[in-house]
């Protein structure tokens, strides 16, 4: 039991859906009750505290929804609770996502403050069309002021940009993404724009208002992103992160590499190896069924299984092979509670190192760049 825990709050309110987003996140004109939903998310996570005893703490990560805007005292009343319950590491990591309105920027101070040492801004463009497209709330000039704000109060700073959007070409996102690195160059991680089930995005795509680009060009746009990121030396450690060494999400490194993570909050996942085996949890999605829920049994949660040993194999190989360091077949074992010969089919694995999609690397099997940007077909057929 001495697996550094990683800690996700969830925060599902936003000040507008974007047209993309099929997140779990709400609108809610007539305002958010903070002081219930603090005193909900301080509930639910004091609950699964005691339930887990005390572990090393490795990250916390507020993400959402639009979690800058919390009110700080939130944040700062839940990292004291999290510091309290579970015993931190001496870097443990802790992130809060960030419009780069100026509302929510005017609170990266106030987030300093209460413990946050790394903020992740959703730029996600720095073209004026390309936001209103988007539907963002913020403008260029908008984002570039939250860049240098944050860059001045956090010690790292990432930032989301999302590609192939509609008519992109590759020129105007290369000067795209050096004028963001040029800002903040720690880390990036990059959404390609896809159509999600149930966005508004989904209805105008159907009615063909718009198109996107195809797949041999958003593979150009996905090369030139690591050709530009290499500029400002952030190597791909993920298929949609970027970092320069030591500044990768440990956070999201935690969910990569198949590690115990709790997920407090409306709709959160969380996945904790025990003695009776990995127990995947489900919370309520809807925020203020959630907080009743919170309230009367002090957790929202609405499913908890134990996994089989062969979806504990596909859950590891699933997130571990988007990394640039692949898989330790070793800890794969033990984390599945299975010998990794039974968690991969032996002749696709030939096949498939074979096209050089695969390749064995110091002991350790990892996708090439050709076989990240396949990895959804080549999975299904590589996983017993």
């Known amino acids: 039991m001495t697996e550094p825990l990683a800690l996700y709050i969830h925060w599902p309110f936003c000040a507008a859906k974007c047209p ?21 998310l301080r509930a639910e996570l004091a609950h699964e505290a005691a339930r887990l005893g005390r572990r090393p703490l490795a990250s916390i990560f507020f993400g959402g929804g639009t979690p800058s805007l919390m009110e700080p005292e939130t944040v700062a009343a839940l990292i004291a609770d999290a510091r309290a319950f579970f015993d931190p590491l001496p870097d443990c990591e802790i992130t809060l996502e960030a419009n780069p309105t100026s509302v929510e920027i005017g609170r990266l101070r106030a987030f300093a403050a209460a413990g946050v040492n790394r903020a992740s801004l959703g730029v996600q463009s720095l073209d004026e069309a390309a936001l209103r497209f988007l539907g963002r709330r913020h403008d260029a000039r908008e984002a570039v002021a939250a860049l240098e704000a944050a860059r001045a109060l956090f010690p790292r700073l990432s930032f989301d940009l999302i590609y192939a959007r509609p008519g992109q070409q590759e020129a105007a996102w290369r000067a795209e993404l050096r004028a963001a690195l040029a800002l903040a160059a720690d880390h990036l991680s990059l ?11 989904e209805t105008l795509h159907a009615r063909g208002a718009f198109a996107l680009p195809g797949e041999a060009e958003a ?4 090369h030139a992103t690591a050709e530009e990121a290499a500029r400002f030396g952030l190597a791909p450690y993920e298929v949609s992160n970027y970092a320069k060494p030591g500044a990768e999400s440990r956070h999201n490194l935690a969910y990569w590499r198949y590690g115990d993570y709790l997920g407090i909050g409306p709709g959160a996942h969380q996945r904790v190896l025990g003695p009776g085996g990995m127990i995947a949890t489900r919370r309520h999605r809807a925020p203020e069924e959630w ?51 039974e968690v991969v089919d032996a002749a696709m694995l030939a096949a498939l ?23 959804d077909a080549l999975l299904p057929v590589l996983l017993r």
């Open 20 to 40: 993309y987003c099929d997140f779990n996140s709400h609108v809610r004109e007539g305002g958010v009750d903070h002081a219930r939903f603090r005193a909900a």
């Open 191 to 201: 959404y390609q724009l896809t159509i999600e089930p149930g966005t508004r995005f």
């Open 219 to 222: 593979a150009r746009l996905y």
């Open 291 to 341: 907080a009743a829920r919170v309230e009367r049994d002090g957790h929202a949660a609405v499913e908890e299984v134990a996994l089989t040993p062969e979806e504990r194999g596909r859950e590891a190989m699933l997130m571990g092979l988007r990394l640039s360091e692949g898989v330790d077949p070793a800890r794969i074992a033990a984390r599945a509670g299975r010998p990794f010969a």
């Open 353 to 375: 190192l074979d096209e050089g999609y695969l390749e064995w690397r110091a002991g350790r099997l990892a996708a090439t760049p050709e076989g990240r940007l396949r990895l």
